[in-house]
């Protein structure tokens, strides 16, 4: 990559951003140095300006930013790199170090969370009690709330009808997964459709 690190004494910005949600979790910024590591560990390393050196993000707290992709943009002097967040980015705990209200891509955390359910279950998981019933009694529930979700827009209240179309969602979440399927899939799906 031929970043332009001369343009700010050999500082450049970079953004961070959740490679699943697309949401700006910080802004950090790169010697060549901090670079260079990224790239070797593919866990996010800033050049430190108040502490004057390399800084691992993660390196006291275990949230470590785990690359997925690094990309320049178009005058070389910007990086942006697509992480895997362990934890929350911010030091105040936050997911993003931007306060930018609820998290406008939940569901695709919430598919996160099935997918460690599946892989690491326990006794006490709601997703693990439907998985060990299997995909009939997961299609089923899926169906169950796709008809409570309808009663709820025709004979209740807007609240009912989030809790219902909240359950819907969540169950279709759980049936996707248990067809090995994602949300990008449907996206995809949908996307093409729209062309």
């Known amino acids: 990559m031929n970043i332009d690190f001369t343009k700010s004494n050999?500082?450049?910005?970079?953004?961070?951003?959740?490679?699943?949600?697309?949401?700006?979790?910080?802004?950090?910024?790169?010697?060549?140095?901090?670079?260079?590591?990224?790239?070797e560990e593919k866990k996010v390393t800033f050049f430190s300006r108040t502490k004057n050196r390399l800084w691992t993000k993660g390196e006291e707290s275990g949230?470590?930013?785990?690359?997925?992709?690094?990309?320049?943009?178009?005058?070389n002097d910007t990086i942006l790199i697509k992480v895997n967040p362990v934890g929350p980015t911010c030091h105040k705990g936050t997911?993003?170090?931007f306060d930018t209200g609820y998290n406008h891509n939940f569901?695709?955390?919430l598919e996160n969370i099935i997918k460690d359910r599946y892989e690491n279950p326990t006794a006490k998981s709601y997703v693990n009690s439907l998985r060990e019933k299997g995909l009939n009694k997961i299609a089923q529930k899926v169906g169950e709330e796709g008809?409570?979700?309808?009663?709820?827009?025709?004979?209740?209240?807007?609240?009912?009808?989030?809790?219902?179309?909240s359950d819907l969602?969540?169950?279709?979440?759980?049936?996707?997964?248990?067809?090995?399927?994602?949300?990008?899939?449907?996206?995809?799906?949908?996307?093409?459709?729209?062309q």
């Open 10 to 39: 050999g500082l450049v910005p970079v953004i961070i951003q959740d490679e699943q949600t697309l949401e700006v979790l910080m802004l950090g910024y790169m010697n060549e140095e901090a670079y260079q590591k990224t790239e």
């Open 63 to 75: 949230n470590f930013l785990n690359v997925i992709s690094i990309a320049l943009d178009c005058d």
């Open 95 to 97: 997911r993003s170090c």
């Open 107 to 109: 569901i695709f955390q």
């Open 147 to 165: 008809v409570e979700t309808v009663i709820a827009a025709l004979a209740e209240t807007e609240i009912d009808l989030i809790n219902e179309s």
């Open 169 to 194: 969602v969540f169950h279709l979440l759980v049936l996707l997964k248990e067809k090995n399927l994602t949300l990008a899939d449907i996206a995809k799906n949908l996307e093409s459709r729209h």
